[in-house]
């Protein structure tokens, strides 16, 4: 899970959190515990560390308190090779249309959190959603 952040350049966010990804999402296969309050030795599952570079599919599931539902966001995009130099793990997103995106983030009262995937099955996730579960689910291309 990752924070949609600050714009970065035109069609550019930086993608950041504290790092609840297997190892390998980050360059080199190098992350670093976060253990800030109990220790390093003692922290599992965060990690510090460069996002690899390529494709990447963004996904969001979320409820519908007003209408007692669920609905849901997919979109593909390229996880830049610029490291943003922040903390947790990073990536700078590339998405086409960005502005259209979080406009519809915003106005439909989505969370500021995003499930990432190293590979872009966008279709595959918004198919399964409303075909199996019934998931109303804007896909952003």
């Not at 993608?15 to 390093?40: D, I, K, M, W, Y």
């Not at 609905?71 to 922040?86: Q, W």
């Not at 106005?107 to 500021?112: K, M, Q, V």
Request: hydrophobic content about 30%.
């Amino acid at each position: 899970m990752e924070d949609w952040n600050n714009n970065y350049a035109e069609d550019e966010t930086i993608l950041f959190h504290c790092g609840n990804f297997p190892p390998r999402f980050c360059r080199n296969t190098l992350c670093r515990c976060e253990g800030t309050t109990v220790g390093n030795q003692n922290a599992y599952g965060a990690c510090t560390g460069k996002i690899k570079s390529g494709p990447f599919t963004f996904f969001r599931l979320s409820t519908d308190d007003f209408n007692g539902n669920l609905k849901a966001y997919v979109g593909e995009g390229e996880i830049s090779s610029t490291d943003p130099r922040t903390f947790g793990s990073r990536g700078i997103a590339k998405i086409k249309n960005l502005e259209k995106l979080m406009n519809y983030i915003f106005l439909e009262g989505f969370e500021h959190h995003v499930a990432i995937n190293l590979s872009q099955v966008a279709r595959s996730v918004k198919e399964a959603l409303e075909r199996y579960l019934n998931i109303k689910t804007y896909l952003h291309e």
